[in-house]
């Protein structure tokens, strides 16, 4: 930390701030110039935080230098992290991280068996190594879909059971993640709870690999304090996901922050991934954005896709269907290997 | 709802949809203009949107009329509600409403039972007739200070007799709901939770009056429908309050959208506070939004207090102390009669 | 400036840093921590600029510390400005600044004599001390009016005339600077005309008061920079205008910044105005808005005003007729005594 | 447009709107529902917005159906335009359209002969077919460098003979579009000035193609209106240019809007390029940025560069030097190809 003192702070101000520097355990480096005193602290810097320095006399502002965030920064080690989801006895489970390109797929809402299913073997067919779908939604509309809840659990860990492809799944509440955590292989946190410190506090505590949304409101710094609060519970397994964030454009739903992806990689050492679904809100805007995401480095996508969108019970105006599938899937084959990235699900073109 | 066909849009095309709206129990009114054709739909709007119109040929665009909200919306009743706070066998209650100006204070975190005391009994001598204080805090900062939960709670409710003022506190964990609704008056929803449905249900099958903080991303239609789901559950004892908004601008923590004071109270019947506290975040400013809020026609105030801001354990900054504090009351005892507002709690100038 | 080095900068590129401040004529004070080493320079930080300080090898970060803008600052000394506007041989003028609250009021747009003149004696009636109408009109709309012009101009110095009412004019281009201030009193720069700073140039080279409307996208920062384009010239007599920034908030048209009258306060010595007019788009925002604005310590309004809002060439809705005028003109009254403010033009009620 | 009728209007105030419309030349289909009447309006949508239906008794909205830009709209035909810049007798000029990839590049500031031709030279060695400099340039900043004017103008076109690529420069002021107009071959306006509609009249008044870059608070559809404005005088060589938008985050200078570039493909049928450099703010983010925007879909690229940018007068931080000018030559090669674009200035790799 360091705290700029006013022009016109007198000495005895000066030696206060030293001195109440000193009490909290901290070192105190004094630079006075012709017009500003500056002064740089070095120590806890939580502690200094409570220490209220921004209130006392002759202080005109106190400058954080360091991170607030510390087990999901890159600074941390300058290796970037692969997470692995769905690895158990029998399975190896899929990486994502910086030597591959992930394509998360599936249905916004599981509706039936014979639509997860559909949507779960059309994923596959265009790469996808893991099955995302959602049972529990939360919905802006109180009059809306809100899901089928526990059945649409069971549904979704079929598809994936008869697919092969490991399961990602939404939780809402705090109540829910055990039942979800015994169904799914990865914990999605959505956008709107980004902030919802008593589940990031649940999904931290389980086993499993945590998918964490940007709020659409959240700075990347508030985005990394959320990661944070689900590593201090231990659980490091945890992936971004960039979905847009909310500016004054209406063009879009939202605003796809796609600078947040190398951002993001340069501060922190955790996988990133592109939902280009819910920032479009269009289909045919989710192809370009998705082969933006693809050259920008991010080291995975999430799609929704859905067999009929026209009769889908959610977002069906932005779910992809069959041709649009197997674009993307061309698109990931050709333009992955340009940013050195693996892609083992997806098959080589004839 | 209303249909806007695209310029090329065939005969076939329109009677597509007009067919679609009429099997979903609708009625559709056709306008066949020179370049355009326009369809006005009448009937159970949820039902439309479940029609996926904007998805079928011929379709530029689907306009959507009436409001997502009905329960707290303006359109139930010309009359502004008035909401009451700890009405029991012994107290007649605080009423926050259209006729009254209702000031809410107290500190941001509950420390100690003697700083809630002394907190409690500036607020009382300010002319607050509820006192607010935070047992548990959702923070940002992983590493900040998260408030003293349970024995909180009973610190507050222990203040809250010995001045007779009724509390409010925020709960951010459905499985507290039940605790916190035992020793407090009011339930405050905080920012972060305003879209945590789980919990908007949670203290809507509650008793209690809720507190409804307005989402810093959040529009004004989206935080009316966060109160819809609240009255959904049969609790219509609702005040919200706006506490500032994200925006580009950093010279303070939020931006105080003033403007939407006037524009819920003629979207909803409810009564809406300003806190100016959190979008200031200086407390030289306080004084200034908060006469701004009394003018502009707000219902009530939210501000911290602090026996001793240079020692606060939260937001020290922007707490009001004794000399701001006796600003404030005469500032509401001078403006609010201008405005046509009672204020019970606040004595007389002498 | 502050100049942070990266946690494993070397000594040689410390010592680089300070031979570079030292070749430039400054000086560099060197805190070194555990951590980290700060080095705090003074001197000339245009100077600093050009050194490219945070492109050198172990620099993590440079941190500004003064303000951009100089003359406009409130640093150049502890009273807050008044701007005369229209003072010559014969007229006293009509102060701006922190002893007054002043009301300019007239037609968005000047569309014939008659209706300038009775919106000018509209806006005597109501207290009223200087008359703003639009001749040169900006328009985002291609194919919208776009005003009068120069016989706008003859219009309003004919309607200031009649009614004793100094002048208040828009000015968008540097070809018409003269012309405009041959007519009017002060000239004012809009908000799409924040940031064209050859305008601001053009403006500041004349002996005219200038209004200086803040630009929907410009930080307060930005907007004091601006104004110091204008003071660079030698023009002193700048009255800023907060008129709303714009955010996602879509139920106005712009966000009315109520915070940014007591920050600008703060930070500069210039008087600010509000402008509640195009921030609300609807007539019934604009009086809640007004008595916020005197509220919070605002130092003038600026509404349109218009004898037959229906048959408005540009911004009927938002313009306020006879009856909105008298009730500002008795909310202006009654509450600016309240925040100490003289109002010579308004009668006292009977 | 449509006009919506409040749920109480009554059929005098319905025969009110349908007789203002029929005396202004347009036709009005009325839709009688159980709750609210809607009324399709067709004919001169600019005639009726002068008749402040929204103003009328009984109308609850007045929605909006076309678009407000109209020769750059795509509706004017279903082919994207193709700009060429630079054709007069003795060159070919250089494309920037749907079948090409181009790279426009050179010296944020021109500084001297010396560093405009070096950076020419780089230029064009890493495939770029035009060469962008600045000689006159706005700032935000008053006591910041403001580039060398018209001695910068005679640089530019030096270098841009030297090295046979054509010159695009920005212009700020109307009074420099001629001088500005005799020594480019193409004329930026930037962002600050994208709404200073005196300046878009004069270019559009010229027969050089345009580069418009959008304003950091614009939205798109203003983005396309600014464009009409030059479109109206005849000029239909634009070129559109993105280059980030302001919203909350400040972890970069602007959030570039990449969904912006397909968004405009699908409205207009002008190219637009995409400007990596202002979003960023640091050299790592151009390349992974540039690369996003040529897999988008962006028709070019506009990059500074510069010969040696630790002592560049100007945003040096984000200027590309040697090597990343190769890689950034690279990720065209390799992409631009996987897009369906020829990219006629790259070399092939040996």
Chains 1, 2, 3, 4 share one sequence.
Request: charged share 20%; proline share 6%; hydrophobic share 45%.
């Amino acid at each position: 930390m360091v705290v700029i003192m006013t022009s016109d702070a007198t000495e005895a101000q000066i030696d206060d701030v030293i001195s109440r520097v000193h009490r909290a355990g901290g070192e105190a480096f004094v630079s006075r110039g012709l017009h500003r005193t500056i002064i740089g602290l070095l120590g806890d810097v939580d502690e200094f935080r409570s220490l209220n320095l921004r209130r006392m006399a002759g202080v005109a502002d106190v400058i954080r230098i360091s991170t607030p965030y510390k087990l999901v920064s890159r600074d941390q080690g300058p290796e970037r992290s692969t997470v692995v989801v769905g690895r158990d006895a029998t399975r190896a489970g899929v990486p994502i991280g910086p030597d591959h390109f992930t394509l998360l797929a599936g249905p916004c809402a599981v509706e039936s068996l014979d639509q997860t299913l559909e949507s779960a073997e059309m994923a596959k067919a265009a790469g996808a190594t893991l099955l995302r779908g959602g049972a529990f939604r939360p919905q802006t509309l109180p009059y809306a879909f809100h899901g089928l809840g526990k059945s649409g659990l069971r549904i979704l860990a079929e598809a994936g059971a008869a697919t092969g492809l490991p399961v990602v799944t939404e939780v809402t509440e705090v109540s829910d993640v055990a039942l979800v955590a015994e169904h799914a292989d990865m914990l999605q946190i959505g956008a709107r709870n980004m902030q919802n410190f008593g589940l990031l506090n649940a999904v931290g505590a389980t086993r499993k690999p945590v998918l964490l949304k940007r709020g659409i409101q959240a700075t990347i710094e508030e985005w990394l304090m959320a990661a944070e609060y689900v590593a201090q519970r231990g659980n490091l397994d945890i992936v971004l996901c960039e979905r847009g964030i909310r500016t004054f454009e209406s063009a879009t739903p939202a605003t796809l922050d796609i600078s947040s992806v190398p951002t993001v990689q340069r501060l922190s050492h955790l996988p990133v991934l592109v939902d280009p679904t819910h920032a479009s809100g269009r289909r045919d805007l989710v192809l370009p954005l998705s082969r933006a995401a693809i050259a920008a480095g991010a080291d995975g996508l999430l799609v929704d896709i859905h067999p009929d969108p026209e009769s889908a019970l959610c977002d069906g105006p932005q779910a992809l269907a069959g041709p649009e599938i197997r674009e993307l899937a061309a698109a990931i084959r050709r333009m992955a290997p340009l940013v050195d990235r693996q892609t083992p699900g997806v098959t080589p073109s004839p």
